[in-house]
């Protein structure tokens, strides 16, 4: 059993999947530019503006995307597991279980990539059998379910441990 609290951010390989989004992208205006140069019926000092305007543009959004993507975490405490979902700069999905409720906890691992570098989601099922809450790109998913499946059996109704 691990101490408690702990704390599991998401994968790196999030952050990785970012920054080649970021870069196909910045490649696509690239190409779009210059096949606009090219033709010679655009002015080129237009062009330079409209580059200048769509790198800061995605940069912007890959600086922001990669913070959101950091704030997301599971957290396993004294009282239950706390799960801050991040979906975009003002969206959360916060959900809370008390180690009582939950009946169980799943991992699977998403493709190749997933078997490789070891991660994948981890879903919480309370009692009742429905999967209540679910996070992706969490490193060693089997390990943290193992862990959470540990705890939940430990728990009592009355609160004791």
């Given at each position: ?46 062009v ?17 995307q ?63 059998g ?32």
């Amino acid at each position: 059993m691990i101490p408690l609290p702990a704390r599991v951010y998401k994968s790196f390989f999030g952050y990785v999947i970012i920054a080649v989004a970021s870069a196909s992208t910045l490649g696509l205006v690239y190409v779009g530019l210059v096949s606009l140069i090219e033709s010679g019926t655009v002015d080129p000092y237009l062009v330079f503006w409209i580059a200048v305007v769509a790198v800061l543009s995605i940069v912007t959004v890959a600086i922001i995307q990669t913070w959101v993507y950091s704030l997301s975490y599971i957290e396993l405490n004294s009282d239950g597991i706390v799960i801050k979902n991040w979906i975009t700069l003002f969206v959360s999905k916060d959900e809370k279980f008390e180690w009582v409720r939950v009946s169980r906890s799943t991992a699977a691992k998403g493709g190749i990539f997933g078997q490789v570098l070891n991660y994948g989601a981890i879903s919480i099922e309370t009692n009742g059998g429905s999967v209540q809450a679910k996070i992706t790109m969490v490193p060693k998913p089997e390990y943290w379910q193992d862990q959470i499946n540990l705890k939940a059996d430990q728990a009592t109704i009355d609160g004791s441990n």
